[in-house]
């Protein structure tokens, strides 16, 4: 079946880079998500890539996709405080199906 | 920047209650959305809504949920008798069209309570 995995934790310290690391099942996987939560607030879409596509880049914001591995990363370069949050990956499985898979979250606490 | 809207924040409501989370998705989308996350727990799916019928839905969605748009931007997410495992966080999501290419953007989400 569908599944979406993520490490729980991640600490940096501040002006380091983060790395979110992705796994999945789905090899029909059409599009992948990345969506932070800070406390209280809901999900907000940060980045996406298309499955035939290895990298991306916006910003501070790196996604690698290693289709034949399965597995999604999330650089952040330059980690600021303000980027504390947790962060969900997510799949959109095929090109039958409209929903979300999400992964567990992790959770990156940056750190002065 | 146009972003979904839900209320209330927080709802509290006895067990065996019916509940009603409502939902203003950005204005030009035309594909909404329902997940949950109950605490410690994945962000799950529960239902699509397009052209004013459910696409698709989860095995979570029982006849106990329903999704309606009583009118051109509203949303709404109604219980008819809650239970305790119904307590969990709610997020409403909506997109433009159906592509892919075209990501869900979120609200921030109803915390249901059920006592």
């Known amino acids: 079946g569908e599944d979406v995995e993520q490490s729980l934790f991640l600490s940096v310290r501040e002006g380091d880079s983060s790395v979110i690391n992705c796994t999945y099942t789905?090899?029909?996987?059409?599009?992948l998500y990345w969506y932070k939560q800070e406390p209280g607030a809901g999900l907000q879409l940060l980045t996406y890539i298309f499955s035939n596509m290895d990298m991306k880049q916006d910003q501070r914001l790196t996604v690698l996709l290693n289709k034949k591995d399965k597995h999604l990363s999330l650089r952040i370069a330059d980690t600021q405080t303000g980027d504390s949050a947790i962060y969900f990956c997510?799949?959109?499985?095929?090109?039958?199906?409209?929903?979300?898979?999400f992964g567990t979250g992790t959770r990156l606490q940056v750190f002065p | 920047e146009p972003e979904v809207t839900q209320t209330p924040s927080h709802q509290v409501t006895q067990m065996g209650q019916e509940v009603i989370l409502r939902c203003v998705p950005i204005s030009n989308h035309l594909y909404f959305y329902w997940y949950r996350q109950i605490l410690g727990q994945k962000v799950e799916f529960l239902v699509s809504?397009?052209?004013?019928?459910?696409?698709?839905k989860s095995e979570i969605f029982d006849d106990q949920f329903s999704v309606e748009r009583p009118d051109g931007s509203n949303f709404t997410l109604k219980i008819r008798s809650t239970k305790l495992e119904d307590s969990a966080m709610y997020f409403c999501?909506?997109?433009?069209?159906?592509?892919?290419?075209?990501?869900?953007?979120f609200g921030d989400g109803t915390r249901l309570s059920i006592l």
């Open positions: 997510a799949e959109s499985p095929s090109y039958n199906t409209d929903k979300l898979i």
């Open positions: 809504f397009y052209n004013n019928e459910i696409s698709e």
């Open positions: 789905d090899s029909s996987s059409t599009y």
């Open positions: 999501a909506s997109k433009l069209n159906r592509g892919g290419n075209q990501p869900q953007h």
